[in-house]
């Protein structure tokens, strides 16, 4: 099985408004991953953790904050965002991280519309 | 200079044909390498795993590896217009971060 969940699958909201994405596997991986899609467009790292630990932060601004609250669970803090921010919010984890051979699974996303 | 390069494509191609993908890298010390395929409005799935020089196969899909030539290569034989998506190509860098690099990714038609 190789499944990630996320929710909710469609969200909009308000350049005021506070909100947060969900993420969860049972996999017992110990890496998981936030990613950003534009459309026609690569997906771009956003947050690793790695055994519930952040490890890399991509320069992203202060209005996403993410939260691993255990190793099956990962959040997306939304805050003030921009309409620049709409996109399709990817979450993916796999066994490690730190390179090596860990292959990433990514969940359905979220696709984000900030108004 | 990109670290993953595709042809962006479209690469169209009839039923029944074989589709052939290509990816370069730069970073000589990669080790892993990957290809998600992403269905319009999906996200991405994890279709091929190729780590060793060489030929993987899987069904109708063929991962080749060339680390000299810094080259990776999907085949997709017997085409069919379910294959239609965009097919990314993914490295795990030997940088310091060694995360997933994505390439832009090649839009794939395959035509009834």
């Known amino acids: 099985d190789t499944e990630v969940t996320q929710t909710p699958k469609h969200l909009v909201m308000g350049m005021t408004n506070k909100k947060s994405l969900k993420c969860e596997q049972h996999m017992g991986h110990r890496a998981m991953y936030w990613y950003k899609q534009k459309a026609k467009k690569p997906p771009e790292l956003m947050f690793v953790?790695?055994?519930?630990?952040?490890?890399i932060n991509e320069s992203v601004p202060s209005r996403f904050s993410p939260e691993c609250p255990n190793s099956s669970l990962l959040n997306l803090h939304l805050h003030a965002l921009q309409p620049e921010d709409s996109a399709l919010y990817l979450c993916a984890s796999s066994r490690g991280a730190s390179g090596g051979i860990y292959e990433q699974y990514f969940g359905p996303g979220t696709r984000l519309t900030v108004t | 200079q990109k670290e993953v390069e595709q042809n962006s494509g479209p690469l169209s191609v009839p039923e029944g044909a074989i589709a052939s993908l290509n990816c370069t890298y730069s970073d000589r010390g990669s080790q892993s390498f990957f290809w998600y395929r992403q269905y319009s409005g999906k996200s991405p799935e994890l279709i091929m795993s190729i780590y060793s020089n060489g030929d993987k196969e899987d069904g109708r899909f063929t991962a080749q590896l060339n680390k000299a030539s810094q080259y990776v290569s999907l085949l997709i034989r017997d085409s069919q217009p379910s294959d239609s998506a965009t097919y990314l190509c993914a490295v795990i860098t030997s940088g310091s971060a060694r995360q997933l690099t994505f390439g832009s990714g090649t839009q794939l038609t395959v035509l009834p």
């Open positions: 953790y790695s055994y519930e630990k952040l490890s």
